[in-house]
Nanobody, 122 residues
Framework: QVQLVESGGGLVEAGGSLRLSCAASGSIFRVNGMGWYRQAPGKQRELVAAIISGGNTNYADSVKGRFTISRDNVKNTVYLQMNTLKPEDTAVYYC????????????????WGQGTQVTVSS
């Protein structure tokens, strides 16, 4: 089994910063892409940022220039540095990782964290 454990959410005023972390552990053979999604009340889950193992990144237009995704391939951990936060960034943030686990190295599977709440007050 694989587990993704997130940390770092909380309440912050508009203009503030937060840093999210997500560590993958368990029966991991290789971690491919990792990313962060978010879901606000009444809205669909959306991609915030993604990073592949080689380091290439992709961001939602709404967070470009404010958020930075990074990863530590040794620790199988992905980070999301969020600066200049806005009330519209309020959501539950979910970590996602595409992982090959040791029980079947012929296929990949997407794993999700439990979600962490980010609330930005105006």
């Amino acid at each position: 089994q694989v587990q993704l454990v997130e940390s770092g959410g909380g309440l912050v005023e508009a203009g503030g910063s937060l840093r999210l972390s997500c560590a993958a552990s368990g029966s991991i053979f290789r971690v491919n892409g990792m990313g962060w999604y978010r879901q606000a009340p009444g809205k669909q889950r959306e991609l915030v940022a993604a990073i592949i193992s080689g380091g290439n990144t992709n961001y939602a237009d709404s967070v470009k220039g404010r958020f930075t995704i990074s990863r530590d391939n040794v620790k199988n951990t992905v980070y999301l540095q969020m600066n200049t936060l806005k009330p519209e960034d309020t959501a539950v943030y979910y970590c996602n990782a595409n992982i090959i686990d040791t029980t079947d190295i012929s296929r990949t599977k997407d794993w999700w964290g439990q979600g962490t709440q980010v609330t930005v007050s105006s």
